[in-house]
């Protein structure tokens, strides 16, 4: 199956939770408590099982992240094999994807646009085009936007917008004026969002 292509507020108000799919959370959080479908309004959300959150933090990952099925079952795969929390692991190999790191640095209102700019080989990654979304960031990896790019309309006003901000994770560094970024440490536990429970996620993969 592919990437759900349908309305972003459907899938926060399913969940009760904005998940950082649209730039205008303010818009989002009008209807946030109210379920989607005809019956929406009246509809009262019930209690979970314990496979049914499974399920529910599963979905969540996959739509923040912009990912599929089998992408998520390989970083999970990856984050028991080694050694330390497999939750902390899996969440550091979702966050030091490119696209989540473009997003992250201020360069794109979501974490899809970033996604669908990396693919459009936007940015350079130490120096060199890079166009893989999925590709997994490194310590000391300098990020920045490809040169012939920086007259786009997509970019004018970034650098003020960027020098305002003041939402940038400890583990990345940012220069505005330059419209570049760096890799200084794996994101640590509390760099992390928390929008969903990487717990019932590797319960989820560990007996299918």
């Not at 799919?21 to 019930?46: E, Y």
């Not at 050694?83 to 030091?96: A, D, I, P, V």
């Not at 979501?110 to 990654?125: E, I, P």
Request: aromatic share 8%; no cysteine; charged share 25%.
């Amino acid at each position: 199956m592919g990437r759900y292509t349908g309305p972003k507020n459907k899938i926060a108000r399913r969940f009760g939770i904005n998940l950082g799919l649209k730039t205008n959370p303010s818009k989002v959080a009008r209807r946030l408590g109210q379920m989607p479908g005809v019956h929406g309004p009246h509809r009262r959300p019930k209690a979970a099982s314990s496979f049914g959150r499974q399920l529910i933090e599963k979905q969540k990952a996959k739509f923040i992240y912009g990912i599929r099925e089998r992408q998520l079952r390989r970083y999970v795969t990856e984050a028991t094999r080694v050694r330390g929390n497999s939750g902390t692991m899996l969440q550091q190999l979702l966050e030091t994807r490119l696209d989540n790191v473009i997003y992250r640095l201020g360069f794109a209102g979501t974490r899809a646009q970033a996604r669908q700019m990396v693919g459009h080989g936007m940015f350079t990654l130490n120096g060199k085009k890079m166009d893989i979304p999925s590709h997994t960031v490194r310590v000391g990896d300098a990020i920045g936007v490809k040169a012939n790019k920086l007259k786009k309309k997509l970019f004018d006003g970034m650098m003020e917008k960027l020098e305002n901000t003041t939402t940038t994770p400890s583990w990345l560094a940012l220069e505005p004026k330059n419209l570049t970024g760096k890799v200084v440490s794996l994101p640590k536990n509390d760099d992390m969002e928390h929008l969903f429970d990487v717990t019932y996620i590797i319960e989820y993969f560990s007996t299918r």
